[in-house]
C-alpha cells in the first residue's frame, strides 16, 4: 500500500513538473510572438520612411528637371530671347 501511495506522489509530482513547463513554454511562446509582432512592426514603419524618402527624392528630382528645362533657351529662338 506504501508502494502504491509513493508511485502515486511520483506520478503527482511528475505531472506538476509537467504542467509547469508546458506553461513556461507557452510563455516563452507569447513573448516570442509579441517580439516578433513588434520587429514587423518597426520592419514595416522603417519601409515606410524608406519608400516615403524615395518618393520625396524623385519628386525633387523631377522639379529640378523642370526647373532646368525651363532655364534652357527655346529651340529655334535667337540668342538672347528668353520665352
Known amino acids: 500500500m506504501k508502494q502504491l501511495h509513493d508511485e502515486r506522489k511520483a506520478l503527482q509530482a511528475d505531472a506538476d513538473n509537467a504542467v509547469l513547463n508546458l506553461e513556461t513554454e507557452e510563455q516563452a511562446r507569447k513573448r516570442l510572438r509579441q517580439a516578433h ?8 514603419a522603417w519601409q515606410d520612411l524608406v519608400e516615403q524618402r524615395m518618393r520625396n527624392d524623385a519628386r525633387a528630382s523631377e522639379q529640378r528637371d523642370e526647373a532646368d528645362q525651363a532655364d534652357l533657351p527655346v529651340k529655334g529662338s535667337p540668342p538672347g530671347d528668353e520665352r
Open 37 to 44: 509582432l513588434e520587429q514587423l512592426k518597426k520592419s514595416r
